[in-house]
């Protein structure tokens, strides 16, 4: 049995041609599975074949339609034929670039010759913006080696090696930043002043951010860096996703402000910032914004210090046979402590804080030598968590109030971005090391990626 594929072509003439691509065979009565239907090497062949007719054609007609003078419609004469070679999704194609004398209606001078090529105008970059675009797109979701293997499996796509993944990657973040930079760099419209009080009452952009290490590659001065992560949210926009590495990224504040513009914030919108205890991360968001900016301690950071020192009690209180004297008050003390942060009374936490200390330390003095450890244990951790509310009472807050108006207390959310985009390409386990170039730029097409950005008219591929 015996296929043959035929390509008919139509022009806008209504001239048809019609070439032969591909004749299939097969045994007129198939003897196994594998013989049944097309094959990948059949089918990767008729795709080149299809790609490289097509887009022959439409580079001819464009030379051919250019060739003739716009101004006086005269043809313009032939100086040489030239070639170039476009790469795409379905193999590389080499179409014929010819160049033409610019028309005497056009020359500047009689004796000046101006030579003019449509084709070398119309291919603007050596590749098509799909074929760059599913390169980086694989290239953000898993390594660059592994990219150019799915893509040199399924397609007749011209051969991609890894560093040609890597360098379209590369290409496609360097272009979503400038789209980042260009849009936070845009005066935004200040609101009107009624409009600006509706504003106030209506929910404020809400960004969680968080910090996530990263390996860096040998040679490199450290043996880790760090990456910023983070979601902007905002009622009535879908989440958006940023990523940055403060280091390399050439202004990271405009990152943080694009993602927030496009989450409706303008000029003078307050913004709540939910963070971990690193004064860096706020800052961040105090220079995108250049305005006012709330900013919250997350409570799942604090919460976590307050388990500490719950923990220590526990244990304290199982030690068999009981002590001479147990800190009965301190443990009273520590039951509040959680109830009495929620609520925002972060000054009598401190104060029982203070309280649990000095019975603790009164019990080291009056029992054996058993509680001893134990108890100095949890001296240790009550300071540690006196020391991280003091150092964070700007960004403490009634926590209940907060939890039952609906709205956020924790950057539980951004570290689910951390998961996705960091640790998901970059975590240790893949025995991954990266520079912070490449790593900052690989987050910028998975943030894109992940938020549905990649596609948009905003990040011009290939231009
Ligand atoms: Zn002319």
Redesign the pocket.
Known sequence: MQWTVRLEMTTSAGEVKSTELVTLSRPAIVGTLAEVGLVLAETKALLAKLQARMLCGQVAAYAAHHRV?A????LQPLKDRRTRRLQTLFGTVEVEAPRFKA????QPAPMAEVTVSPVCALLTARCTPELERVQAELGARTSFREAARILDTLLPASRANQESVRTRTHAVALRIEAADRQAAAEVTAVRDAPDKAAAADASRPVVMLDGAYIRAIPGHQVRNFEAICGKVEHDGHAPRRFALVRSVAEQPHALLRAALQDQGWREGDAVTAISDGDFALPALVRSATGGPVEAILDWFHLSMRVHHVEQVMRGLCAIEPPPLVLPDHARIDVERLRHLLWNGHHDKACEALGRITSEAKDAIVLNDPGIDAKARRLVARCAELRSYIESNKGALIDYGQRYRAGKPISTSRAEGTVNQLVNARMNKRRQMRWSPRGAHRVLQVRAALLDGRLGHQSIQLAA
């Open positions: 003078c101004t006086c419609g005269v028309c005497r209606c056009r």
